[in-house]
Structures are given as C-alpha cells and as structure tokens.
C-alpha cells in the first residue's frame, strides 16, 4: 500500500504561524521534501522535531521526482514544504502532486500560512474573484505582457516582486494602471510588516532607491468607488458625469468614440465606462 504525500503550508515570516496539524504531520512522516533544507531545519528545531529532510527545488525536481514517488509507492509517507506558504504558489510542489496523483498516491492538503491571502484580506479589496500571479516574469516583454493582462482584468490581482526589481515594476505599471488603486504588503507577519497604498506611479516614489524585503502587490479592481491613502477612485456617477460632459461638448460623437475617451482620461477600462453608465441610468442617478 502506497504512502500519503501530505502538502504542508508553513510560516511565511512569523514562525509562530503554523499549525498544531502541521507540527504533528511534520514530526510523524518518514521524510520531508525541503526547497529549503536550511530553513526548514531552523523551524523544526523550534519544535524539537527531528525528521529527515530532503532538498527539492526548482533546479532538482526531474532529478528528484523519481525518487520521491519511488518512496511513496514503497510505503513511506512524505511531507513537501516550501521556503515559506503554501507550496506551489509560486514554489516547488505542483510537479511532485501531479507525478503523485498519476501514481495513485495519496495527496492531503494542511493548509496555513499564505501571503497572496493574507496581503489581499489586508488592502480592504474584495477577495472574490481574485488573480495570483506568483512573481511576474523577469523578461521586459513578458513582464509587460502580464502587467497588460492584470489591466485587462477588472477584479483583484495579486504577485510577488524582489527588492531589486519592485521600483522598475511600479515604474512600468504606472502608464498602464492609471489610478487604479495598489497596495504594497512588506514582509508580511515580520517584525517590519508594511501595508503602504497608492497608485503604481506614488507607490514607485514612496519604495524610494534601495528598498527592503519582499514584495505582495495588490492591485484593486477597476473603478473601485473608495478612498485610499487620499487616492480617489472613479465612482460609476464620476463616470457618468464624465461621459455625460463630452457628449454634451462635443456634438456628433458617437456613443463608442465616447466611451473609449472616458476610459483613455480616467484609466478604466472601456467596459467599466459602460457598465458604470447603464448602472448609473437604471438608478435614476
């Protein structure tokens, strides 16, 4: 009978965020795949625990896979962690579940700790429908070609950046988010913890030249009627009114032309212009 291979989500900053579940099913499989041997070490020494681990990364899963199912069909049950969350949001793990339920393997989630959830649940935006992006790609044009696509979405998303590269981030989402609202989360649960809000063009300034620590980007939805760090957001009767003007000053522009300008000047997308508008009318406003 093969073993279970359980997907443990660990602190993500604070190493008092993790579960008794965890604990116990960290100290009772036969081995635990690590990204990081040297960090899961320190948090099972906190917990006196003493279970072998194992290193699984990004540079080593095809090398590992084998071994680790191997394992698992012989009996053993394995435990998978991640430097800090929940596995496989942008680490190691999607590969060896995969490889696992294809064997018939066992898979039990112990869920916990998560940072794309707990910076989302921080910025006051709406959680459903939500976007994780994981980190954005480091090439220029893959980058913009996914800062395009969370524009082109109109609920929340959420990703990760490095110190190195979150000022160019800001920089390069300012021109496309307008003044849909952000909300940086840094070092979540440490002792530094900071939630800071603005535009992608205030928030580029605000990280200043050497920033520190990592990154959770919250981007809000589109034409989020809310204030934010003395951020005003485009309601549905600001909109309106913004039509309604244009329209009025200038005679024999088309409904489309109309809307289209409306969301160039205030940064929306056109299908927010519109549904604001047909909001607007069916309530009288």
């Not at 680790?68 to 430097?83: M, P």
């Amino acid at each position: 009978m093969s073993g279970t291979l359980f997907v443990v989500a660990t602190p993500i900053g604070n190493l008092e965020d993790v579960t008794l579940r965890a604990l116990r099913v960290l100290g009772s499989v036969d081995l635990i795949a690590a990204e990081d041997t040297r960090r899961t070490a320190r948090l099972l020494a906190r917990h006196s625990l003493s279970t072998p681990t194992t290193s699984f990364h990004q540079h080593n899963v095809r090398a590992r896979l084998p071994h680790l199912i191997s394992k698992l069909l012989a009996g053993a049950n394995l435990a998978i962690v991640t430097d800090a969350g929940t596995p496989g949001v942008s680490d190691p793990g999607p590969e060896l579940v995969r490889a696992a339920l294809e064997a018939g393997v066992r898979v039990e989630p112990i869920p916990g700790a998560s940072a794309p959830l707990a910076a989302v649940v921080a910025s006051g935006f709406p959680v459903v429908p939500l976007t994780v992006l994981g980190f954005l790609p480091r090439k220029a044009n893959d980058r913009m070609r996914s800062i395009e696509a969370i524009c082109s979405s109109d609920h929340t998303a959420v990703f990760f950046e490095s110190p190195l590269r979150i000022k160019r981030t800001l920089e390069e989402c300012a021109d496309i988010f307008g003044e849909r609202p952000i909300i940086l989360g840094r070092e979540i649960t440490k002792s530094h913890e900071e939630f800071i809000g603005g535009t992608a063009a205030e928030l580029a300034v605000k990280v200043g030249s050497a920033p520190k620590g990592e990154f959770t980007v919250v981007v809000g939805p589109a034409a989020r009627a809310s204030r934010l760090n003395n951020l005003t957001i485009p309601t549905d009767a600001a909109i309106s009114a913004e039509y309604v003007g244009l329209t009025t000053s200038s005679k024999g522009l088309s409904r489309r032309s109309a809307i289209s300008a409306v969301a160039r000047k205030l940064r929306v997308p056109s299908r927010e212009v519109y549904a604001a508008i047909e909001r607007t009318r069916s309530s009288g406003e």
